[in-house]
């Protein structure tokens, strides 16, 4: 796959269309499909064209400066380089935030940081070696523990910088969340501290242990994201928006999700979603769920992040659920343009465009 676009593009008349879009999209009467791509700040620091300095993903975690370098640089190459329904070309402004990609929730919760070159950072499951453990930590976390009060520190950091610098001559905005306002989900916590293995059979033991973990989890991370969506408010003024993820529950069937996971769902959604539907993200494979999902959580939205039978997903779920999804990433990153184009036209023609 190419780093940078070969042809010139016309970015205002490339601006022009994608309001369009959006507009007859959001009206209800679409002039064709929005295309969006989805990525993190893991396609710049992958990419030698990109990561010319060869930041490190450690010092990303640990420094503000390296954070504010490349996002800004890697916002940039978006706006220039990526061909899809969003303006392209200098932005009015850069927006900061604050990344820690899928290890807040975990470091929050005690475990180490797993610092390893070429590879995404990972943690350390505190729990998988001795689970009685859990019952020596504190009943409630505080809330700036682990990466999340390092992640607040940022923000100050950050905030101060946006005063005195700007970027292609554009004003940067300083953060404006929280790390840790949401969560990656109470399965995904649950198995990255007591590891996947271990977790699933604790499942099964049926001695109180797996219910224990996940009333401290959900507990925690109900109180966390309430205190910090109360500071947000504070800060900020807005309220924090809100949206779901759990990628772990495609470790079990749904007649286990339903018995083991899902009281816990219910009871973040209860605290948080309000009287509105919202999205909900799931990497894995997940077809198995979906079709009850959207029975069982007030579900709006759907990010599959994984490759899915397109027309049976949408049979599954109906023509209200707006499906976030499309060809395989490993085709996008490996595959020729012709083959990408065809699986494109397979996956409109499927009958997933009969619906949001």
Request: glycine share 8%.
């Amino acid at each position: 796959m190419a780093t940078f676009l070969k042809e010139q593009v016309d970015f205002q008349r490339h601006n022009d269309e994608v309001r369009c879009v959006w507009e007859s999209y959001q009206a209800g009467k679409p002039l064709r499909v929005p295309l969006q791509i989805s990525g993190s700040i893991t396609n710049f620091f992958f990419n030698p064209d990109l990561n010319t300095h060869g930041y490190t993903f450690e010092q990303f975690f640990k420094d503000p400066s390296v954070q504010v370098e490349t996002q800004l640089q890697y916002a940039y190459w978006r706006k220039h380089h990526w061909r899809m329904d969003h303006e392209m070309g200098l932005p009015d402004s850069f927006s900061l935030y604050v990344d820690f990609q899928n290890s807040y929730d975990a470091s929050w919760a005690g475990a180490d940081m797993i610092y390893m070159d070429g590879y995404l950072p990972d943690t350390a499951p505190i729990f998988a070696e001795n689970r009685e453990k859990l019952y020596d930590m504190p009943k409630v976390l505080p809330v700036e523990s682990g990466l999340i009060g390092q992640g607040i520190a940022f923000i100050d950091e950050m905030e101060d910088y946006c005063k005195h610098h700007d970027f292609m001559g554009r004003p940067i905005i300083p953060p404006r969340a929280y790390p840790g306002e949401g969560c990656d989900g109470v399965l995904d916590l649950a198995y990255k501290l007591r590891g996947a293995d271990n977790l699933l059979m604790d499942m099964l033991d049926e001695d109180g242990y797996y219910e224990d973990l996940m009333e401290w989890i959900t507990s925690n991370l109900i109180h966390r994201m309430k205190t910090l969506r109360t500071w947000h408010k504070q800060r900020w003024g807005d309220e924090p928006g809100f949206g779901f993820a759990d990628d772990a529950i495609a470790l079990i069937s749904h007649e286990t999700y339903r018995q083991y996971v899902l009281p816990y769902h219910r009871r973040i959604y209860e605290a948080f979603a309000g009287d509105k539907k919202h999205l909900i993200h799931l990497c894995g494979a997940n077809m198995h769920h979906f079709e009850h999902l959207v029975k069982e959580l007030p579900i709006s939205a759907i990010d599959t992040g994984f490759p899915v039978d397109h027309g049976r997903l949408r049979k599954m779920v109906g023509p209200d659920i707006t499906l976030y999804t499309g060809p395989t990433v490993m085709l996008l990153q490996a595959g020729s343009e012709e083959a990408i184009v065809q699986e494109a036209i397979r996956i409109l023609k499927s009958g997933v465009t009969q619906g949001g």
